[in-house]
């Protein structure tokens, strides 16, 4: 099985619960926080945006924010990789949740390609044409760098970013000399 295989494997249930909710109601899919005068919201040391999942424009919901969250797991036997001097190690994770480490790398080039990958995923012009399945093929939230006793630790909601947005994350911080990536 390839990466891009167990990745797919990953995301579908989450993609199919998510796209599930976001078509029984009339709602805004994937809006991003914004100010008041139209740009994004932004906060944190990466000055990074955040998407919601679903805000619902009527009935007794209408105006809140809802979160569509995994409903399983795919458990999998840990799988490792290797790509030029780093290697990757995939642990079994939930797509709205993805715990990631990265070794070898400083902050200041851990936080630069953390905070390029999100942006170039994010959408930050909100172009993006719905998917197949009425969502946006974007991020949603990364949280802050935290130092591990190796490295740098984030967590992502993939949203409903497409398995190529993982896979260019991967390699992007790789390409950047970490010794290895640990998701999950």
């Known amino acids: 099985m390839t990466i891009s295989e167990f990745l797919t494997d990953v995301r579908t249930p989450y993609i ?9 109601l009339v709602s805004h899919v994937e809006p991003a926080y914004r ?19 679903v805000i619902p424009m009527e009935g ?12 399983t797991q795919l458990e999998f036997d840990v799988v490792t990789f290797a790509s ?7 642990s079994p994770f939930v797509w709205d949740w993805m715990p990631l480490e ?40 990364m949280s802050e760098l935290e ?3 190796a490295g740098w630790r984030v967590t992502v909601d993939l949203g409903s970013s497409p398995v190529s947005a993982v896979e260019d994350l991967l390699f992007q911080i790789l390409d950047a000399g970490a010794s290895q990536v640990r998701v999950g």
């Open 16 to 24: 199919d619960t998510f796209a599930r909710v976001a078509t029984q």
């Open 35 to 53: 100010q008041s005068d139209g740009s994004l919201a932004v906060e944190g040391s990466l000055g990074l945006p955040c998407r919601v999942d």
């Open 60 to 71: 007794n919901t209408a105006g809140q924010t809802i979160q569509v969250d995994s409903e």
């Open 84 to 90: 030029g001097a780093g290697t990757v190690v995939l």
């Open 102 to 141: 990265v070794l070898g790398l400083s902050q200041e080039a851990a936080s630069n390609v953390f905070k390029s990958w999100f942006l170039k995923w994010f959408d930050t012009d909100d172009e993006n044409a719905p998917t197949e399945e009425g969502l946006f093929g974007v991020v949603h939230f």
């Open 147 to 149: 130092p591990t006793e």
